[in-house]
């Protein structure tokens, strides 16, 4: 290629990128003055304040903080013996995980959680909903649902980089059972996979806003639903704070990237 | 009795069957090599040793212990991979612990025993390294290191060296040879390499399509090959037709001359067809106090190869490779030079299908 032609690219591709910001940054910035002006007349941080002080906030968003949690722990601790057997011994199916794991971004999360009420209602078989605890753990695996499609992938791909039958085989022939193959040869070589999708799953709880709504939980998506149909200098601050942790999330993640990279796994 | 006894062993894949009745009793401490061709079924058989394939049928028996029922991880077998297969997560004291930590042996036993494996492999500097910080000439010393560590009974290594370069891969085979003297420890090793088994072997079977065509030492594979394709697989052959002239005096006629020869002509009748078979460095170009018998040929191409001069020859039908010593005072032979050959008789080898 010419360097004319890579001159305009060049310039056509940071205008595209100026237009993209721009588009991004201003409402930021736009939500962030206004979430600056509670006070009449001078730029403040009541309404961050307001929020902090709110006992809802705080309740909602530690709700959300432990089930994000505990949808990562029990997430992880399906899918990468799950991803692990396919790879170690059913390879064919391959194609059919990876068609089940996709199928959350397709139905949409409305349609499921009809499917959970209809499943298991207070009346049926399994009442999940009968109680709140019960709920709770129904709520957990929806979360869970919601991110297989990323939490799979990404353990898939970080199991492609090691050579999964080979390293097994060896542990075997030291004597190793299956659970120190999994828990010390398997589990800490898939670590960078585990945790991007850890990060993602953990914004995706965070914002996720039908599930908990419908099946009526106290999590953060609903509460700042309710905020924001109900207050003027609040919602703009929650908006903010949202975006902070969902960016940390990615922040992280590309620095434990980094940090993968340094430390390549090689065979 | 012997230590590692592999009987009747069978192995299929669905309909194919890559293993054919194996039989092999391998002594306590010996060094065993498996070589064939790629595809021969070398691998499967040290895969069922180690309990990684069961066997269709067969049994295989450790010290007096039938193995066969048993799982991966109840064997006690160290195993080394071609690609090292290290825990990449695991610093190399790590790796070598990890059988010794599996075995719920104490602490101090764990850290002496790794230094003492580190030691037998000269690495104990690189004790805190990771595997991909590493050659892979030092990766493959470590995964020997891990295998060895928590005393197995049987050692299989399956292509150890084939992904190393080749300086390397002589010095770490002689590095193997040593420890597994050193120890003791019955081995079996995988090659596809004629030299590398040649070398540092006590017995060698030589396989083909899944069926042990020959066992033994070194010198009895390369001197007295039992087939056609031990004889064509291991070194050079170079096929010369001759006639059977009197079986029971063991004399042969090539030509114009006729030869006496030490290999038995049992079963063959006089008049028949017969290929003998003669090594590259068993003939010379001019007559020795060994050589009985010459055949002229006419030069093909001459190959300088470092120490040896390797010359084709046209000899009747055939081609007749042969080596001579590099020589600096003479220039080699020239293609279409006519030269004669001279061998002895005694080292034809009569080569059956
Ligand atoms: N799991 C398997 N399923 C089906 N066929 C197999 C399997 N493993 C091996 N085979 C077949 O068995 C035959 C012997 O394979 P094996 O790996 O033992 O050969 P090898 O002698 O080790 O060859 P190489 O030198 O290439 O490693 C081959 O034809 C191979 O295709
Ligand atoms: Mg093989």
């Known amino acids: ?267 | 009795m012997s230590f590692l006894e592999l009987s009747a062993i069978k192995k299929s894949f669905g309909p194919v069957q890559v293993v054919h009745d194996f039989n092999m009793a391998i002594d306590k401490g010996e060094f065993i090599s498996f070589l064939g061709p790629s595809g021969c079924g070398k691998t499967t058989i040290l895969r069922m040793i180690a309990g990684f394939e069961t066997p269709t049928d067969g049994t295989i028996v450790i010290n007096g212990r039938d193995q066969t029922a048993l799982k991966p991880n109840q064997r006690n077998i160290g195993m080394v991979f071609q690609a090292y297969a290290l825990f990449p997560n695991m610093t190399v004291f790590e790796n070598v612990a990890f059988g010794l930590k599996v075995a719920g042996k104490p602490r101090a036993e764990i850290e002496a025993r790794v230094k003492e494996m580190l030691a037998l492999i000269h690495l104990e500097h690189l004790a805190e390294r990771y595997p991909y910080q590493m050659s892979g000439g030092q990766q493959q010393r470590v995964a020997l290191a891990r295998a060895l560590a928590p005393k197995p009974q049987v050692l299989l290594l399956d292509e150890p060296l084939s992904a190393l370069d080749a300086k390397i891969r002589v010095s770490l085979r002689e590095e193997i040879r040593l420890i597994q003297r050193q120890l003791g420890i019955t081995t079996v090793f995988v090659t596809h390499d004629q030299e590398e088994a040649l070398s540092i072997s006590d017995r060698i079977v030589v396989m083909n399509a899944g069926r042990a065509d020959q066992i033994g030492t070194p010198s009895e594979i390369y001197n007295r090959p039992a087939t056609r394709f031990v004889a064509s697989f291991v070194g050079t052959l170079n096929l010369i037709e001759a006639q059977v002239e009197d079986p029971d005096a063991r004399r042969i006629r090539m030509g114009e001359q006729s030869l006496a020869i030490q290999d038995p002509l049992s079963g063959l009748k006089g008049g028949e067809r017969v290929s003998v078979a003669l090594r590259p460095e068993a003939a010379t170009l001019s007559p020795t106090d060994r050589s009985d018998a010459a055949i002229p040929g006419e030069v093909v191409s001459s190959h300088f190869l470092g120490s040896v001069v390797r010359t084709k020859l046209k000899v009747g039908e055939s081609t007749i490779s042969f080596d001579m010593f590099n020589d600096p005072g003479r220039t080699p032979p020239a293609p279409g030079e006519q030269v004669t050959l001279h061998f002895a008789s005694r080292d034809l080898l009569v080569i059956r299908d």
């Not at chain 1, 959350?104 to 009968?130: D, E």
Request: a positive charge.
């Open chain 1, 1 to 267: 290629m010419s360097t004319h032609t890579s001159g305009w690219q060049k310039a056509g591709a940071w205008a595209a990128i100026l237009f993209g910001a721009t588009y991004f940054i201003l409402p930021l910035v736009a939500t962030f003055e206004f979430s600056l002006r509670m006070r009449r007349g001078e730029y403040s941080f009541d309404a961050y304040r307001s929020v902090f002080t709110d006992a809802q906030f705080q309740e909602s968003f530690s709700y959300s903080i432990l089930m994000a949690v505990l949808t990562i722990v029990i997430g992880m601790l399906l899918i990468v013996p799950t991803a692990y057997w396919v790879r170690l011994r059913l390879p064919q199916f391959r194609p059919v995980m990876e068609f089940v794991t996709l199928l959350p971004l397709v139905i949409p999360a409305i349609v499921i959680v009809f499917g959970y009420l209809r499943l298991y209602n207070s009346s049926s078989l399994i009442p999940f909903t009968g109680s709140a605890r019960g709920t709770d753990i129904l709520l957990m695996f929806s979360f869970m649902t919601l991110s297989l499609p990323y939490m799979y992938r990404s353990v898939d791909t970080a199991m492609r980089t090691i050579d999964v039958a080979t390293l097994t085989e060896a542990a075997q022939s030291l004597g190793a059972p299956w659970r120190t193959i999994l828990f010390r040869c398997i589990f800490p070589n898939v670590m960078s996979g585990v945790l991007s999708g850890a990060f993602i799953t953990f914004a995706i709880v965070i914002g996720e806003f039908t599930m908990p709504s419908l099946l009526n939980r106290p999590a953060f998506g609903p509460y700042l639903q309710l905020i924001g149909a109900n207050r003027a200098y609040e919602p703009p601050a929650l908006a903010i704070i949202a975006f902070a942790i969902t960016w940390l999330s990615v922040g992280l993640l590309q620095l434990l990237s980094r940090f993968n990279k340094a430390r390549p796994p090689k065979p």
